[in-house]
């Protein structure tokens, strides 16, 4: 069974306060305020940890739209302009220790673009490396 702590720590106060069933303040009221007060002080662990899930889900959730930014700019761009502003956002969370290489890596192979090492290269090398693989005739 599990117990609305706030709802319970309110009911206690207002019981001490308002309805003759509880002691008043004076006759052992001051107990069921202590009781109150042990409610109201674990109804704020409650509301810190559906803080906590939230900002978790949170940063979960911009973690995921990071790695899809850079992992489409990497293997989608056509130019290499904007290649590079993926590349550059993927360098920069390096350089505060929030490397995505292996999500961003993940992501291009579940898309099925091919391989993710190839998506690192701009699409004017990745032409080039190509043109170097097929065996022209002449």
Do not use: C
Not at 27 to 52: C, R, W
């Amino acid at each position: 069974m599990t117990i609305n702590h706030r709802a319970e720590a309110i009911r206690l106060v207002e019981g001490v306060l308002r309805d003759p069933e509880f002691p008043e303040l004076g006759n052992g009221g001051e107990g069921v305020i202590a009781a109150a007060q042990v409610h109201a002080t674990l109804a704020a662990g409650e509301t810190a940890a559906a803080d906590v899930a939230s900002y978790r889900h949170a940063i979960h959730t911009y973690r995921f739209a990071l790695i899809r930014q850079v992992a489409e700019g990497l293997a989608l761009s056509e130019g290499d302009e904007a290649h590079q502003h993926a590349l550059g956002l993927a360098k920069y969370l390096d350089s505060v220790d929030l490397n995505i290489d292996r999500e961003v890596d993940a992501y291009i192979e579940d898309i099925g673009w091919g391989d993710p090492r190839n998506a690192w290269l701009s699409p004017t090398a990745r032409k080039a490396k190509r043109n170097a693989e097929i065996d022209v005739p002449f």
